[in-house]
């Protein structure tokens, strides 16, 4: 591998890159790479794979048994998760196989593994072979830079360096509220676990680099569906009808902006619809109409008062319209709120391994994480993954997008940042 720490094969994985050093002149600085070449490597190869080979929440049976084969072939003993998809594996001192049966408290390190039901339009080998089925959210990612960090704590196991216990926990389905994160929980996945730790692709951060936040890093979820009924009729005679198209017209317009004035402005309560379907004929008002959408807040108060909020505001513009209104209001998921000491741990570790310049302050988002609910019972921290190639120019290749990519320099440096979080935290309890 060149000093600067690109491959030929990683230079030629990153879209439009320049082939220049990501920040810390390779995998790790100041000491040994945790990741080397020949792991990096195999690591770019099953991203390509999972990434070739999509599969939706809770149907990752490819991604589970392809996890489960490597992480057994180093001589652990990974468990499925009792849904049937996703796995748990606990990281020995003594490098032999097995479960965590109680002691020193562990750090968990969480990817998920999931696609998004969306086709992938970019002009790579490594395209998605499933149509209308692409990682457009960068899952491989995070499933390959856990099974890194994994492999080389396993390796330190082995070697009798692992001072204290890791889990790793590969999950299903973070995509379909509310979200995989539950049956990882009710698999046992936080059981002895003190803390978690857990990467999300950023791509507006360059590739080397990543973003820290403490406190609300995501926001609060929910999804909501509305349907309208009434008696139909003909276009010509409005008056003896309900009219489902006005009726659904106007909660498109109205409930949003109610919702937004009746909720505390620092909640930073949005109601977005992504869908409103109704009628069939140009000249027949219809009997149904139904409109979807979600509910995303900043703050966690906004979210417990949100439903009430939005139930209200429906069934009062239904009432004008004579419309009979059902309401249908998914729990997605609340923010992920990071810990301030898992925050500090994920920055030294970087600073330690990268350098200063590596580590980025992040903003909150609008986007909804279910790795909220680990961070409900026990504490953690999310940070932001650089994945943009660094001096790219254009646009930026933006998550759930068809033709979203990743530098895939950033699969080591998220699996070095965790292994060297996992040995740091280790030393620092």
């Keep these: 591998m060149p000093r600067d720490g690109v491959s030929p094969l990683i230079a030629d994985s990153a879209p439009d890159a320049p082939g220049g050093p990501v920040p810390g002149n390779g995998h790790g600085r100041g000491s040994t790479a945790l990741i080397d070449d020949a792991l990096h490597a195999e690591l770019i190869a099953f991203r390509r794979d999972m990434h070739m080979h999509p599969e939706l929440g809770n149907q990752e049976v490819r991604a589970t048994a392809a996890v489960k084969a490597r992480l057994e072939k180093a001589g652990l003993a990974p468990r499925v998760l009792a849904s049937g998809t996703g796995l748990i594996c606990d990281i020995l001192p003594s490098g032999r196989p ?144 309900t009219d489902l198209v006005g009726a659904a017209a106007r909660i498109a317009l109205d409930v949003p902006a109610l919702v937004q004035r009746r909720a505390d402005t620092r909640w930073g309560v949005n109601l977005t619809w992504g869908r409103l379907e109704t009628g069939h004929a140009a000249n027949v008002i219809p009997q149904r109409a139904e409109l979807a959408g979600t509910i995303r807040c900043l703050e966690l ?36 709120v990071n810990e301030a000491g898992a925050v500090e741990l994920l920055g030294a570790a970087m600073t330690e391994r990268f350098g200063e310049e590596a580590v980025a302050d992040t903003e909150q988002s609008l986007g909804g994480e279910d790795f909220s609910w680990y961070l409900e019972q026990v504490p953690g921290a999310m940070a932001r993954l650089g994945v943009r190639t660094p001096g790219r120019t254009g646009r930026d290749l933006d998550i759930h997008q068809g033709d979203f990519d990743v530098d895939e320099r950033a699969i080591a440096v998220g699996a070095e940042l965790l292994a060297a979080a996992a040995l740091r935290d280790a030393a620092g309890r």
Excluded: N
Excluded at 117 to 129: A, L
Excluded at 308 to 335: C, F, M, N
């Design 98 to 241: 097995g479960a965590w049966t109680g002691g020193r408290a562990m750090l968990a390190l969480r990817g998920d593994m999931d696609a998004l039901p969306i086709p992938d339009t970019k002009s790579v080998p490594y395209r998605s072979t499933v149509p209308g089925r692409a990682h457009a959210c960068g899952h491989d990612v995070h499933t390959s830079v856990v099974l890194g960090a994994g492999l080389a704590l396993a390796g330190l196991a082995r070697g009798g360096l692992l001072p204290h216990p890791v889990r790793l926990i590969f999950q299903p389905a973070e995509e379909i509220m509310p979200g995989g994160a539950h049956s990882a929980i009710e698999s046992g996945a936080l059981e002895g676990v003190a803390r978690i730790v857990a990467l999300h692709c950023d791509p507006r951060l360059d590739a080397g680099r990543i973003g820290l936040r403490t406190g609300a890093i995501t926001s609060a979820a929910d999804m909501v569906t509305v349907a309208l009924s009434g008696p139909g009729g003909h276009t010509a005679r409005p008056h003896l009808t």
């Design 301 to 336: 108060a906004g979210w417990r008062q949100a439903p009430d909020l939005v139930h209200a505001a429906v069934d009062e513009v239904a009432a004008v319209h004579r419309a009979k209104s059902e309401i249908r209001y998914v729990r997605g998921v609340p923010p992920v």
